[in-house]
């Protein structure tokens, strides 16, 4: 067990929709990261936040949005759902009082399935 | 961000020892190097990291050339389990912690 909670763990919607997706870190971790991971793409790096702030930006999409909040849990907003977002999200936290130690702790992923 | 190069695929015996390269020529620096796998149906995992010496853990040894510009995972000896896909990263922070294809490591009974 990594810590870090992700909810929820399946969800099924239509093309055009909009769904969130939560992620607690580990208890102490200061910064969250957002990866999506489909088939035919790897795992693709989003976005990471840092005591509610961005800190660096990946290839995340325009109808995508993220935030973390003062609690330091962080929600990935994804609208306008298309088939191609059909993908498992990863969340990552670290950064435990503020250091990093080298270690990213993930989560077991959202699994987002678009039809 | 540095790029890297790793085999696609590789196969080992249970029992014996993984020897899994990583080309990372474009290396910064203070890019550390950091090593995870992703077993079937879970998140990443980490593994190791190390910035010049050899570094180890219970887990598996990394072993860095001296110009820096290659890293080897060492798994001494391989259990079913080991079967992952493993990434090599060179990352420092506030850069782009990125993912690349990793190896698929496929460990023979």
């Known amino acids: 067990d990594s810590g870090v909670t992700q909810t929820p763990k399946h969800l099924i919607t239509a093309t055009g929709q909009r769904v969130t997706l939560r992620c607690s870190p580990r208890s102490g971790d200061l910064s969250v990261y957002w990866y999506q991971q489909s088939l035919d793409q790897g795992l693709q790096f989003l976005i990471q936040?840092?005591?509610?702030?961005?800190?660096a930006k990946g290839n995340i999409l325009e109808r995508f949005s993220a935030q973390q909040f003062p609690d330091l849990h962080s929600e990935l907003n994804l609208s306008s759902l298309e088939l191609g977002d059909s993908a498992l999200y990863f969340c990552?936290?670290?950064?435990?009082?503020?250091?990093?130690?080298?270690?990213?702790?993930f989560g077991e992923g959202s699994r987002l399935t678009v039809l | 961000d540095a790029k890297t190069t790793q085999p696609n695929s590789m196969e080992s015996n249970e029992e014996e020892p993984v020897h899994l390269p990583c080309n990372h020529s474009?290396?910064?620096?203070?890019?550390?190097i950091h090593w995870y796998r992703q077993l079937p149906s879970q998140g990443p995992e980490y593994v190791i990291h190390?910035?010049?010496s050899n570094v180890n853990n219970r887990m598996a040894s990394l072993a860095i050339a001296e110009d820096r510009k290659s890293s080897t995972l060492i798994l001494h000896r391989a259990t079913l389990r080991d079967a992952a896909v493993y990434y090599c990263i060179p990352y420092n922070y506030g850069q782009n912690f990125v993912f690349g294809p990793g190896t698929r490591l496929s460990v023979l009974p």
């Open positions: 936040y840092y005591n509610g702030e961005e800190r």
């Open positions: 474009t290396i910064s620096g203070t890019d550390y």
């Open positions: 190390g910035l010049t």
């Open positions: 990552a936290s670290s950064m435990r009082g503020g250091a990093f130690t080298g270690e990213l702790f």
